[in-house]
């Protein structure tokens, strides 16, 4: 099955800032790979995803880029603010959207 | 739309009980989802379903069993609860799209002691 590794475990950058959350995965099935941000004690939300018929994507201070390639992609958050503090979690799905989480990566931006 | 509901919010168990976690959606959502979530770490999948009658073991599918009579439930069922099933659960659901996005429930909080 599908093997999903994601790091760093723990990221802590000065407000302002860049973040960067990268994450492999190991079956060449996958073509789905949505982010998600997790705040304690709520459901995880999907912050941005990228298909694999994209190399990147934006939304305003947010990106993913994917190497298929290489089995890659990235998160990359620019001008991070206290409240992009929380656990974000990468994720890789097929055509049944059945889907594979990395551990996350818990982030602390520091005013 | 109520989205994806799931009862209880909060549960305790003692080893070797029985209980269903249920999940809802009024999405009219063909795929369905659960997923365990420890301290610490990501999600791992359960259980999934494509549709109506149809269910897949995930990652994680000891002690678990599902269910898919309707579009709309998922139950979960655990047949003898321990220590190890200690954890939050979430169910999620899409449209039966390939790579379209999942929508969470609010959890269950599980205790077993």
């Known amino acids: 099955g599908e093997n999903v590794e994601q790091h760093p475990s723990t990221l802590s950058v000065q407000e302002g800032d860049s973040a960067v959350i990268k994450c492999t995965y190991s079956d060449s099935a996958s073509n789905y790979f949505p982010w998600y941000k997790q705040e304690l004690g709520k459901r995880p939300q999907l912050i941005i995803d990228?298909?694999?018929?994209?190399g990147e994507k934006k939304d305003q201070r947010i990106a993913v880029t994917l190497n298929k390639t290489a089995k890659h992609f990235s998160l990359h958050i620019t001008e991070t603010q206290p409240e992009d503090s929380a656990v974000y979690f990468c994720?890789?799905?097929?055509?049944?959207?059945?889907?594979?989480f990395g551990s996350g990566t818990k982030l602390n931006v520091k005013p | 739309n109520a989205g994806v509901t799931q009862t209880p919010k909060f549960q305790v168990l003692k080893t070797g009980q029985s209980m269903t976690l249920q999940c809802a959606q009024d999405m009219n959502h063909e795929y369905m989802s659960w997923y365990r979530q420890d301290p610490g770490m990501g999600l791992r999948l359960i259980h999934y379903?494509?549709?109506?009658?149809?269910?897949d073991q995930g990652e994680v599918p000891n002690g678990y069993n599902v269910s898919r009579s309707t579009t709309e439930d998922f139950p979960l069922r655990l047949l003898s609860a321990a220590p190890s099933q200690t954890s939050v659960y979430f169910c999620a659901s899409s449209y039966s799209v390939a790579a379209s996005e999942q929508y969470f429930g609010p959890g269950t909080r599980l205790t077993v002691t």
């Open positions: 994720a890789a799905g097929d055509n049944f959207n059945k889907f594979y």
């Open positions: 379903s494509v549709g109506a009658g149809i269910t």
């Open positions: 990228i298909r694999s018929n994209v």
